[in-house]
């Protein structure tokens, strides 16, 4: 991701915020550019939100 960056490009939020998340030790898959599939990545690690 930083190569894309270096090179004026950029990335979608959801994958540049799961390539945080993993460089800080989570285990999330690599690659996802869809939002709902970052959003099903995130729910699976974190487990559903639930309205209280």
Known sequence: MEEL?????DVPQG??????LTREGLALPAGLTDVSDCAAA????FGEV???
């Open 5 to 9: 960056r270096r090179v004026g490009l």
């Open 15 to 20: 994958t540049a915020l799961l390539y945080e």
């Open 42 to 45: 995130l729910l699976s690690l």
């Open 50 to 52: 639930r309205d209280e």
